[in-house]
T-cell receptor
């Protein structure tokens, strides 16, 4: 199954540390979006990458940054972690401008 | 401001007891309304996209409908395996991201 793959699945970090989450999109998809989902909430848009550029950004501070590689895979970096950054981080891929998102299973980040 | 509101927050049904979930939205120029299913600890799984008022889509025991201001997800004769959180979403004005509601958590007991 060539779905969206995220790693790691779970992660525990200490306040102030930095973390990198990884995402491999579904085969044939060139656009990657990242969402943060706090417990009991819907996913919130962080940013979207297309052609290795950040195309749009949601209401998240600069501590959140990303990158897209030539093979369309992507990384999400979070610096100076806060307790409030604890959440499920979801990667979604889609072909071009389509909203036909395929989501990965997410990375559960816990900040202690 | 674009907003998506889902109700109820939680719904408990007996197996076979039909019901509906509501999603109301405020967005200029709707470019589609999306329904997803999310199991605990998993990413959302796409169910339906609706584009215009009056449109309906069905999948097994689920039927989604759309009006100018809201959408309904009707669940007919649900089974325990339908237990999940159901999310609805609409594209933002820039058209580059989905705005999600908080979801309705459905529990179906046998």
């Amino acid at each position: 199954d060539a779905g969206v793959t995220q790693s790691p699945t779970h992660l525990i970090k200490t306040r102030g540390q930095q973390v990198t989450l990884r995402c491999s999109p579904k085969s044939g998809h060139d656009t990657v979006s990242w969402y943060q989902q706090a417990l009991g909430q819907g996913p919130q848009f962080i940013f979207q990458y297309y052609e290795e550029e950040e195309r749009q950004r949601g209401n998240f501070p600069d501590r959140f940054s990303g990158h897209q590689f030539p093979n369309y895979s992507s990384e999400l970096n979070v610096n100076a972690l806060l307790l409030g950054d604890s959440a499920l981080y979801l990667c979604a891929s889609s072909p071009g401008d389509s909203y036909g998102y395929t989501f990965g299973s997410g990375t559960r980040l816990t900040v202690v | 401001e674009d907003q998506v509101t889902q109700s109820p927050e939680a719904l408990r049904l007996q197996e076979g007891e039909s019901s509906s979930l509501n999603c109301s939205y405020t967005v200029s120029g709707l470019r589609g309304l999306f329904w997803y299913r999310q199991d605990p600890g998993k990413g959302p799984e796409f169910l339906f996209t609706l584009y215009s008022a009056g449109e309906e889509k069905e999948k097994e025991r689920l039927k989604a409908t759309l009006t100018k201001k809201e959408s309904f997800l009707h669940i007919t004769a649900p089974k325990p395996e339908d237990s999940a959180t159901y999310l609805c979403a609409v594209p933002n004005q820039a058209g580059t991201a989905l705005i999600f509601g908080k979801g309705t958590t459905l529990s179906v007991s046998s």
